[in-house]
């Protein structure tokens, strides 16, 4: 059974960091694509890094620059530095894992099968 468990989430002001954690169990795939993503109220969820077996990683453009995803496959844990933090990154974040090394289609969140809980992120003014 596949277990995604998010920590790390919290409220921070605008221009400070947070470090977002998943945890992952039973997910023993050679070859994966785990992607943050983020839902803010009243919006869709989006896609905003993804990390493959191969360790190369994409960006959301409105995040480019400010966060960096990585994993530690010794510890089976995904990270999300989030640094100069802005209102607008206020979300819920999701990590979410699937089969197969990351393609264009890394932003659908259709395609993915498996999911966290979810951690709150709050960015104040």
């Known amino acids: 059974q596949v277990q995604l468990v998010e920590s790390g989430g919290g409220s921070v002001q605008a221009g400070g960091s947070l470090r977002l954690s998943c945890g992952t169990s039973g997910f023993t795939y050679s070859e994966y694509c785990i992607v943050w993503f983020r839902q803010a109220p009243g919006k869709e969820r989006e896609g905003v890094a993804s990390?493959?077996?191969?360790?190369?990683?994409r960006y959301a453009d409105s995040v480019k620059g400010r966060f960096t995803i990585s994993q530690d496959n010794a510890k089976n844990t995904l990270s999300l530095q989030m640094n100069s933090l802005k209102p607008e990154d206020t979300a819920m974040y999701y990590c979410?894992?699937?089969?197969?090394?990351?393609?264009?289609?890394?932003?659908?969140?259709?395609?993915?099968?498996?999911w966290g809980q979810g951690t709150q992120v709050t960015v104040s003014p």
């Open positions: 979410a894992a699937e089969a197969g090394l990351c393609g264009s289609w890394w932003t659908d969140r259709n395609l993915f099968r498996y």
């Open positions: 990390i493959d077996s191969y360790d190369r990683t």
